[in-house]
């Protein structure tokens, strides 16, 4: 099992937004693709989404424990309003929030990047 000073070699460093933003967009691509929106696999979506997004994330090897979120609602003309709000060290820590829409749905993924101390 690697010791903390290995997790650290070469990616010391905040929370890269950019790298995990288009780690999140390849993730729903990945997923939903080309398909409607479907109730009855919504919830395979979101599982499938979280899992891929969580593998990618911790094969990049940075220091970070993560937390994903992912919703994904039909298009129908309703809002949809998200926040968030994090007590934690702006210096390494990090979120990055991702807004994907096809023609039937939307799909909004959230990642909390905690640095491991």
């Not at 650290?8 to 729903?28: L, P, Q």
Request: a negative charge; hydrophobic letters at 35%; one cysteine or more.
């Amino acid at each position: 099992m690697p010791g903390m000073e290995d997790f650290h070699n070469g990616s010391e460093g905040s929370f890269n937004s950019d790298e995990a933003d288009s780690v999140v967009k390849e993730c729903i691509e990945n997923v939903v693709a080309g398909d409607d929106y479907s109730q009855s696999q919504v919830n395979k979506w979101t599982a499938s989404i979280v899992e891929r997004c969580l593998t990618q994330l911790v094969k990049m090897g940075k220091p970070y424990k993560y937390i994903v979120t992912c919703a994904v609602m039909q298009k129908t003309g309703a809002g949809l309003h998200t926040a968030n709000s994090c007590y934690w060290d702006t210096a390494m820590d990090g979120s990055c929030t991702v807004r994907w829409e096809n023609r039937t749905m939307y799909c909004v993924v959230s990642v909390f990047a905690v640095a491991i101390a």
